[in-house]
């Protein structure tokens, strides 16, 4: 069975300043990964997806995820935090081979402050 | 493309009355999932249908829920009877395909779910 963890229900940064959203996961094989964002009162929308190849992926909005093996890990981040990047922010995971529909984390609420 | 489209936005309701729920897919897109987000229990695939045939319905909670799919372009989640623990946002979202690099999935904007 496929899972994924956010271990934080919110995330609070300031403006400017650097944020890290974190998700670890468990898959059968190689993973296949994928950040979304949900802003209020719509739909999830794709930001980036890990398939294979270089750890440092590079997304929408300036966002980018890091990919670590060893620690199961795929965790979000931003250099620099904008006060619209508030939004509640899902990790997914999907094994890379065959097919298998994707299994989404509980969401981490980034709020960034002024 | 309008994007994935999905009607009402909202809809209250009370306990025992049915519920439609409707989504158009993006054009070209053969891949139709039904996601049940809540607080508890975040986001749940319900079902999933290939070219209009259902391919995975083991997250449909009970025999209340049903989906169906007549034709590429509209789908329906019905429940009947509705319950108050049906209170939820239903997403429907939809992928050209399921191969690497076809299946990133389009959601919609949901559909607020009350049931009194």
């Known amino acids: 069975a496929q899972s994924v963890a956010q271990p934080e229900d919110q995330v609070n940064v300031a403006e400017g300043n650097p944020l890290t959203v974190k998700c670890t996961y468990s898959v059968s094989g190689n993973p296949y990964l994928f950040w979304y964002v949900q802003y209020p009162n719509r739909g999830l929308q794709f930001l980036l997806k890990y398939i294979t190849g270089d750890n440092l992926v590079k997304g929408s909005y300036g966002f980018e995820a890091e990919f670590n093996k060893s620690q199961t890990s795929f965790h979000l981040k931003k250099p620099s935090a904008l006060v619209s990047d508030s939004a509640l922010y899902f990790c997914?995971?999907?094994?890379?081979?065959?097919?298998?529909?994707?299994?989404f984390g509980k969401g981490t609420m980034l709020l960034v402050s002024p | 493309d309008a994007g994935v489209i999905q009607s009402p936005r909202h809809e209250v309701t009370e306990m025992g009355q049915e519920v439609t729920l409707r989504c158009k897919p993006i054009s070209g897109h053969d891949y139709l999932f039904w996601y049940r987000q809540t607080m508890m229990r975040g986001l749940e695939l319900l079902i999933y249908f290939n070219n209009n045939v259902p391919i995975d319905d083991s997250g449909m909670p009970e025999d209340r829920f049903s989906a169906k799919m007549p034709n590429a372009s509209f789908s329906t989640l019905k429940i009947q009877p509705s319950e108050p623990r049906d209170s939820a946002v239903y997403f429907c979202a939809s992928s050209p395909g399921t191969s690497v690099g076809t299946d990133t999935q389009y959601f919609g904007p949901g559909t607020r779910l009350t049931v009194l």
């Open positions: 997914a995971v999907r094994a890379l081979s065959g097919y298998s529909t994707l299994t």
